[in-house]
């Protein structure tokens, strides 16, 4: 889905609601819905869009997964923390299978810029065995206003290649990143959104680094975390990738 635009009030709760008609697809080709409720509360709304998402769930071995990966962008004049992120997967009838908290990169969001989200994991029902009858999920989101920041730091030579094809880890990405800030870097996040032909987002990979950043230092980079459907494998055509500071430096 695109241009799903949240409604949220500082320290609010966000809810996004299972529905008809998305984009997220099976590997088997059913269309999972997802759409979403605005929640507001009081006066004052801060909005985060949903630039593009996805989820998607596949067998690996005898298992299913399932994965949701999205692109936040905060289009407030202050930066936004999101202090909580949990998503849901259901079934045919709404029942939840499983759900999980998520960690944006980064966590604070600073006006005009982006963030990605994305995590996997095994449905842990044996009795579930297929992947198609994951049919929705919900996302809950609580923000609020802040005025710390997080360091933005410099990414270059980013590349994507083809990793495996039947082992759910079908992308790797590489680069470099430059920390050009007076202050030492002691903990990074990264992370790459993967798309298509089409611009639509397919997947999000991430990694979370100790390194040793002075000023103008550099470092090399690699990710294929996490596990991600082997559908999307051949179908990538573009990544873009971003690095902070982590919330723990």
Same mark, same amino acid.
């Given at each position: 889905?695109?241009?799903?635009?949240?409604?949220?009030? +500082?320290? +609010?709760?966000?809810?996004?609601?299972?529905?008809?008609?998305?984009?997220?697809?099976?590997?088997?080709?059913? /269309?999972?819905?997802?759409?979403?409720?605005?929640?507001?509360?009081?006066?004052?709304?801060?909005?985060?869009?949903?630039?593009?998402?996805?989820?998607?769930?596949?067998?690996?071995?005898?298992?299913?997964?399932?994965?949701?990966?999205?692109?936040?962008?905060?289009?407030?004049?202050?930066?936004?923390?999101?202090?909580?992120?949990?998503?849901?997967?259901?079934? @045919?009838?709404?029942?939840?299978?499983?759900?999980?908290?998520? /960690?944006?990169?980064?966590?604070?969001?600073?006006?005009? @810029?982006?963030?990605?989200?994305?995590?996997?994991? @095994?449905?842990?029902?044996?009795?579930?065995?297929?992947?198609?009858?994951?049919?929705?999920?919900?996302?809950?989101? $609580?923000?609020? !206003?802040?005025?710390?920041?997080? #360091?933005?730091?410099?990414?270059?030579?980013?590349?994507?290649?083809?990793?495996?094809?039947?082992?759910?880890?079908?992308?790797?990405? /590489?680069?470099?990143?430059?920390?050009?800030? /007076?202050?030492?870097?002691?903990?990074?996040?990264?992370?790459? !959104? #993967?798309?298509?032909?089409?611009?639509?987002?397919?997947?999000? #990979?991430?990694?979370?680094?100790?390194?040793?950043?002075?000023?103008?230092?550099?470092?090399?980079?690699?990710?294929?975390?996490?596990?991600?459907?082997?559908?999307?494998?051949?179908?990538?055509?573009?990544?873009?990738?971003?690095?902070? $500071?982590?919330?723990?430096?």
């Amino acid at each position: 889905m695109k241009n799903k635009f949240l409604s949220i009030v +500082g320290s +609010g709760l966000l809810l996004l609601l299972a529905a008809c008609g998305t984009k997220p697809t099976t590997d088997a080709g059913n /269309t999972p819905s997802s759409s979403h409720d605005e929640v507001s509360k009081e006066n004052e709304e801060l909005t985060v869009t949903v630039v593009d998402e996805v989820f998607r769930s596949w067998k690996r071995k005898e298992a299913v997964w399932v994965s949701y990966s999205a692109e936040l962008k905060n289009e407030n004049n202050v930066p936004i923390d999101v202090q909580r992120m949990y998503v849901e997967f259901l079934d @045919e009838e709404d029942e939840v299978l499983e759900g999980v908290l998520l /960690t944006p990169i980064p966590t604070i969001i600073m006006p005009n @810029e982006t963030a990605y989200v994305v995590d996997s994991l @095994e449905i842990r029902d044996e009795g579930f065995t297929d992947p198609d009858k994951v049919k929705g999920i919900t996302v809950e989101m $609580e923000v609020a !206003g802040t005025d710390d920041e997080l #360091l933005k730091l410099e990414t270059s030579n980013v590349q994507f290649e083809k990793k495996y094809e039947n082992d759910s880890l079908p992308y790797e990405v /590489t680069g470099t990143i430059t920390n050009p800030h /007076t202050k030492k870097i002691d903990h990074v996040e990264v992370a790459a !959104g #993967l798309y298509n032909d089409k611009g639509e987002l397919l997947a999000v #990979l991430r990694i979370m680094n100790d390194v040793n950043l002075g000023e103008n230092d550099s470092v090399e980079f690699e990710t294929f975390y996490p596990y991600l459907s082997d559908e999307i494998y051949g179908k990538v055509t573009k990544v873009k990738a971003i690095a902070y $500071e982590d919330p723990q430096n």
